[in-house]
Nanobody, 117 residues
Framework: QVQLVESGGGLVQAGGSLRLSCVAS????????MGWYCQSPGKQRELVAS???????DYADSVKGRFTISRDNAKNTVYLEMNSLKPEDTAVYYC???????????WGQGTQVTVSS
């Protein structure tokens, strides 16, 4: 069972930056894709960015040019660099990892990002 631990959320003013980190343990060798989803009150969880073990990245249109996802396979860690933050980026951000064989997804506990105007 893969375990994911996130860090780096917080409160920031509009235009500011935050960096989220997520470390995978216990079975991390079986992970292919990792990434981040976000969920705001009353909304469905939606994909923010993802990156495969080989480095292929995918972004939601709303964050292209502002957010950058990266990954350190040796450390089983995925990062999300968030720049030019907007109040509408306010959400709980969840790290996820996907099993390379079964495509089962694992989730972190979530970290709150709040952007004030």
């Amino acid at each position: 069972q893969v375990q994911l631990v996130e860090s780096g959320g917080g409160l920031v003013q509009a235009g500011g930056s935050l960096r989220l980190s997520c470390v995978a343990s216990k079975g991390a060798f079986a992970i292919n894709a990792m990434g981040w989803y976000c969920q705001s009150p009353g909304k469905q969880r939606e994909l923010v960015a993802s990156i495969t073990r080989g480095g292929r990245m995918d972004y939601a249109d709303s964050v292209k040019g502002r957010f950058t996802i990266s990954r350190d396979n040796a450390k089983n860690t995925v990062y999300l660099e968030m720049n030019s933050l907007k109040p509408e980026d306010t959400a709980v951000y969840y790290c996820y990892a996907e099993n390379i064989a079964t495509c089962q997804q694992y989730w972190g506990q979530g970290t709150q990002v709040t952007v004030s105007s």
